[in-house]
């Protein structure tokens, strides 16, 4: 593969953004920046626009009509090339709560799904699964199955990480279920993050877990205790512990943009995680689909549980996906360009423990990186040096 260098307006690099100069990549990874062209090497000039790195997404179900329940790898491998066309370089596969067995093929399917790939393949990397349930409260079990919620135990985690191959990096769970804090020390010691959510746990309950080595919270606001002066809840655990991270939705929907400000604010942006949440029928049409095993309805850029008599019930899920996420947020006025592209990118990746291979232009890595115009809107995607052209969805 050539050797080119890209010119641009902005790059955001890990140290900082830096306006104009040139990215030079070679062999489809990504070498160093400098203010001046390097001599002898093609220059794509992206004149009037900005370079940050692909976004990486750790809390996604699915997209283009596959999603991880489905336990199929060629569906997994479908919803990464989609993926990519969109600005997604790289997820974490997201399982919902599903009977244990079930759980356990899934994570298998996503092994095969990274296990088969050739080299010419152009999908989004998998940088490892988590695991949304079945440790879950049934008052906030939201749209996750309330047949299969279980107590966290660490045999059950192991054949899932078997069959994993040994990807897991995430694991959610309701701190008041018994077993959290010996489930939560067991995964930390392994090096596999836990997240707090579908919870109605106190803030004591909340902050035990945290103690006991927690270090995330599941899509912050949704399915959890909210905040009262009196008693802070899961939300004010989120709120009052510097060194977590916070995933949050941003659409817009799930959680208010006045929300997400004061989330952000309590966090800082370092520990503040864009995710989209992302359902299996992301990036397809309106309509009626099936998630989490039961029957949504795809109607103005939300998912819904569809009711027994086929009317639109509670929120299911989100179908934004994590380059709109970054746009949302600057132009809500949460964040700054450069932060929110980190929460997406770098942060996104330390939050999960993966930041030692993605979210960052670092040389050595993949080229994996965005091109957006000064407005933030994604023009197109390069994985490993390769342009995959504007975005279809």
């Not at 549980?305 to 947020?329: F, M, T, Y």
Request: negative net charge; contains cysteine; hydrophobic residues 40%.
């Amino acid at each position: 593969m050539a050797t080119y260098a890209i010119k641009a307006d902005r790059f955001f690099l890990p140290g900082s953004s830096v306006d104009g100069g040139y990215l030079t990549v070679s062999d489809g990874v990504f070498g160093t920046w400098s203010a001046q062209a390097p001599e002898g090497v093609e220059v794509r000039d992206y004149t009037g626009s900005w370079i940050a790195p692909g976004m990486v997404d750790t809390h996604i179900h699915g997209f283009y009509n596959h999603a991880t329940i489905d336990a199929d790898a060629a569906g997994i491998n479908a919803s990464s090339e989609a993926l990519a066309r969109c600005g997604t370089t790289s997820w974490v596969p997201t399982t919902f709560t599903d009977d244990a067995e079930h759980i356990g093929e899934c994570c298998a399917a996503i092994a095969r799904a990274d296990d088969t790939r050739g080299a010419d393949f152009r999908g989004a990397h998998i940088q490892g699964i988590y695991l949304e349930g079945p440790f879950f409260t049934m008052k906030h079990v939201g749209a996750q199955n309330p047949a299969y919620l279980i107590d966290p135990s660490y045999e059950v985690f192991a054949k899932w990480q078997q069959a994993a191959g040994g990807r897991i990096v995430k694991s959610a769970l309701a701190p008041e279920r018994e077993g959290s804090e010996a489930y939560i020390a067991a995964l930390d010691a392994e090096g596999v993050v836990t997240s707090i959510g579908h919870s109605d746990a106190t803030y004591e309950e909340a902050l035990a877990a945290v103690n006991a080595g927690a270090t995330c919270f599941v899509h912050t606001y949704n399915g959890m205790r909210g905040l009262h002066h009196r008693e802070p809840g899961t939300l004010g655990c989120a709120m009052a512990t510097p060194e977590t991270y916070a995933e949050v939705i941003c659409d817009g929907k799930h959680v208010q943009p006045a929300a997400i400000k004061a989330l952000v604010r309590a966090k800082g942006w370092q520990h503040s995680v864009l995710i989209s949440d992302c359902l299996g029928c992301g990036g397809m049409p309106e309509g009626h689909y099936m998630s989490g095993g039961m029957p949504v309805i795809m109607k103005g850029g939300l998912c819904y549980i569809e009711n027994e008599d086929g009317s639109i019930g509670v929120i299911a899920g989100s179908v934004i996906n994590l380059a709109r996420a970054v746009k949302n947020v600057v132009d809500w006025g949460v964040a700054s360009a450069d932060e929110a592209i980190r929460m997406a990118t770098s942060v996104a990746a330390r939050s999960a423990r993966i930041d030692d291979r993605c979210g960052s232009i670092k040389p050595g890595r993949d080229a994996d990186f965005v091109v957006f115009d000064h407005e933030l809107n994604l023009r197109e995607t390069y994985l490993a040096g390769e342009s995959l052209g504007a975005p279809e969805y």
